[in-house]
């Protein structure tokens, strides 16, 4: 099902008829609100649906150390530093010791291969916060909560090409004719979850909690599914 097929179900089952501008078009006065907000709940319950996963691919040029996208990633799973003699996987650090191990201002640190990342800390309290001298690191972005972002240390020496591999958030249903893998494979549930965001809503929690139910329910038999698949060609246990 697309996102209107959805929406219109949506609305059938809800009786909410003023979230749509008619029941000719039935164009989105709201519904798409829950909808997506549905599925970004089933995104987060845990079902690993194959794809859940996926990678984001920039490159960076000589002397960056810091890599930012908007791209609804949930979880940084892993990173990769390629050029074109090398490929290799980043060391996961902490903040504290990848500032421990690099405590001299971005300016001193020398350039090389890229060995470490960990997850940016981006918010920007101060615009005045970045220009400061002598500490860590002097990257902020404005309105750093709608981002995620890495940091990459040494800066790169030449340009890289990063791979960051992770699990995100389905895309955003906006248009008539979108679709995603919760449309397309599980629109029952999709429309389900959307029921439950109404229900929260309402602050109604018996209701709530029954949605909740059948959503759990539905979301244990995808789980079946996929484990099935995972195993169909498996012969013999392993060691």
């Avoid at 615009?127 to 500490?135: H, W």
């Avoid at 397309?184 to 909740?212: C, D, F, G, M």
């Amino acid at each position: 099902m697309n996102l209107l097929e959805i929406r219109t179900e949506f609305v059938k089952q809800s009786g909410r008829y003023d979230l749509v501008i008619n029941t000719n078009t039935y164009a989105d006065k709201g519904a798409n609100y829950f909808i997506n907000s549905g599925q970004d709940y089933l995104d987060r319950q845990g079902v690993v649906i194959p794809e859940a996963e996926g990678k984001i691919i920039r490159t960076i040029s000589s002397n960056v150390y810091y890599l930012d996208f908007q791209k609804r990633c949930r979880v940084i799973q892993s990173v990769w530093a390629n050029n074109a003699f090398n490929r290799v996987e980043l060391e996961k650090m902490n903040w504290e010791d990848l500032r421990n191990l690099y405590d001299s201002p971005i300016s001193e640190i020398s350039t090389g291969m890229p060995l470490y990342y960990c997850p940016a800390k981006l918010r920007e309290v101060d615009v005045a916060d970045k220009n400061n001298t002598g500490m860590f690191i002097n990257f902020t972005k404005a309105n750093s909560y709608d981002y995620r972002g890495i940091l990459i240390l040494p800066p790169v020496d030449e340009n890289y090409d990063i791979e960051v591999f992770g699990k995100f958030y389905q895309k955003k249903l906006v248009l008539d004719e979108d679709s995603n893998y919760w449309s397309i494979e599980a629109p029952s549930t999709l429309i389900v979850a959307a029921l439950h965001q109404l229900e929260i809503s309402y602050r109604n929690v018996k209701a709530r909690l029954e949605w909740e139910g059948i959503i759990m329910e539905d979301l244990r038999n995808l789980d079946m599914d996929i484990v099935e698949e995972e195993t169909s060609s498996i012969s013999t246990m392993g060691e």
